[in-house]
């Protein structure tokens, strides 16, 4: 059936240093792809999103790729600081959202 | 805008008692969504609806119902709760399916003892 795999589960990353996740997708009808921060204990919000007929986007110090050939897209966080620090979750939308399992991360200070 | 609101914020049910979870929006999305999220977890849908007066199943729907009577609320009736029912409740919207934004709610904390 559909899913999302997400990895890691868990990234720790010094402070300044990048963080990349990576989402594979099954269903080539997902045109879609929104990434959502959920800091401890509060709702997830929207960061960014991209769509099936873009490569790359950038907002600030995060950007997503995607590779609709290799049905994956990966979170790219630059420059990375304390309050980068939550889980992160990738979904894919065929006809409904899929969402990853979530990368847990930790900017270390 | 208030935007996705939920009530109550938290709730500690005994085993085998009923509640009702609210969810109202201000935004008028057609699109409504009930997930819960298990401690470390992520997100499983449990149902949704496209409309007022339309609903239909996600991964998890046993032991709950909804139902949609207008666009703004889409409540969540938990039947006989149970211990595996301990989790984050929350609700989203959003304007369409697929290319559209979620909007979650602040969630509900229950917990079935």
């Known amino acids: 059936g559909e899913n999302v795999e997400q990895h890691p589960s868990t990234l720790s990353v010094q402070e300044g240093d990048s963080a990349v996740i990576k989402c594979t997708y099954s269903d080539s009808a997902s045109n879609y792809f929104p990434w959502y921060k959920q800091e401890l204990g509060k709702r997830p919000q929207l960061i960014i999103d991209?769509?099936?007929?873009?490569g790359e986007k950038k907002d600030q110090r995060i950007a997503v790729t995607l590779n609709k050939t290799a049905k994956h897209f990966s979170l790219h966080i630059t420059e990375t600081q304390p309050e980068d620090s939550a889980v992160y979750f990738c979904a894919a939308t065929p006809y409904k959202y899929i969402f990853g399992t979530g990368t847990r991360l930790k900017v270390l200070a | 805008n208030a935007g996705v609101t939920q009530t109550p914020k938290f709730r500690i049910l005994k085993i085998g008692q009923s509640m009702t979870l609210q969810c109202a929006q201000d935004?008028?999305?057609?699109?409504m969504y009930w997930y819960r999220q298990d401690p470390g977890m992520g997100l499983k849908l449990i149902y949704y609806?496209?409309?007022?007066?339309?609903?239909d199943k996600g991964e998890v729907p046993n032991g709950y119902n909804v139902s949609r009577s207008t666009t703004e609320d889409f409540p969540l009736r938990l039947e006989l709760a149970a211990p595996s029912q301990t989790s984050v409740y929350f609700c989203?919207?959003?304007?369409?399916?697929?290319?559209?934004?979620?909007?979650f709610g602040p969630g509900t904390r229950l917990t079935v003892t």
């Open positions: 935004m008028n999305h057609n699109y």
């Open positions: 989203a919207s959003s304007l369409g399916l697929p290319e559209y934004e979620q909007y």
């Open positions: 991209i769509r099936s007929n873009v």
């Open positions: 609806s496209v409309g007022a007066g339309i609903t």
